[in-house]
């Protein structure tokens, strides 16, 4: 008797020692498997909610820290892995290519119509606002003012910054630095809605701001090389 109970007791541990056997096996064969599917994943692409476009293909839009572009195509691009539809925008001037994301396309604004133009001109021709504060204070006012894409506020710049007599000797390298990039960006602006010459469109602005070309002469004059 106690010969089959030992001989039992043997039997159900290689039985027990079996079926832990074929567990692990089993198991190894589960988390092998898991690891290939693991390597086959391929990983997808997001893609960005779709937008409707307000530009198109050669059409002209002001972005406000450079000024006014020239859109030459929609193309993909992958950001942040994100499939998103881009403008390529052309700002001539700087000689600079922005991609601009469609869902971002509210930085962007379409040019001036004629009246605002117009209006810009009717504000180059007012007396500028002499304030007493800091230069400093005054030159922060200013460069927010040009980067607003405002071009009303673009048109105060200039006229505020604008010397109309022999008090352009008493102007500064800054003031006339900040005084060129705002009257070129009102400039570029009035060249494509206005469709005339570069030199036209400085004869119009210099004649609302009463400038002659010796305030230019006498710069040049003052400014180093």
């Known amino acids: 008797m106690a010969k089959k109970k030992r001989k039992k007791k043997k039997i159900k541990k290689k039985i ?23 390597k086959i994943i ?10 409707k476009r307000q530009y198109d293909i050669n ?19 992958v950001i942040s892995e994100i499939e998103t539809n881009c403008y390529k925008v052309l700002i001539s001037r700087e000689k600079l290519t922005l ?16 009246n605002q ?12 606002k002499i304030k007493r504060t ?21 048109a105060e710049v200039v006229k505020d910054l604008n010397k109309t007599s022999n008090t352009i000797a008493d102007q500064s390298y800054s ?20 469709q005339i010459s570069q030199i036209d469109v400085k004869k119009k602005m210099d004649k609302a701001l009463g400038r002659n070309q010796n305030l230019e002469e006498q710069w040049n004059k003052k400014r180093p090389f």
């Open 16 to 38: 027990k020692k079996a079926k832990s056997l074929k567990v692990e096996k089993k198991r190894l064969e589960i988390k092998k498997n898991n690891l290939s599917d693991e």
């Open 99 to 114: 991609t601009i994301p469609i869902n971002q396309q509210s930085n962007l604004r379409p040019t001036s119509s004629i």
């Open 59 to 77: 059409q002209y839009v002001v972005y406000p820290k450079h000024g006014v572009g020239k859109i030459l195509s929609i193309e993909k691009a």
């Open 134 to 154: 800091m230069w400093s204070r005054r030159a922060q006012e200013y460069e927010q003012k040009i980067n607003s894409g405002k071009i009303y506020e673009l």
């Open 117 to 128: 133009i117009n209006k810009c001109v009717s504000i180059l021709k007012t007396k500028p």
């Open 42 to 51: 391929i990983k997808k692409i997001k893609k960005q909610p779709t937008e």
């Open 175 to 194: 003031e006339r630095q900040l005084f060129e990039k705002a009257y070129d960006r009102l400039q570029s602006e009035f060249e494509v809605v206005l």
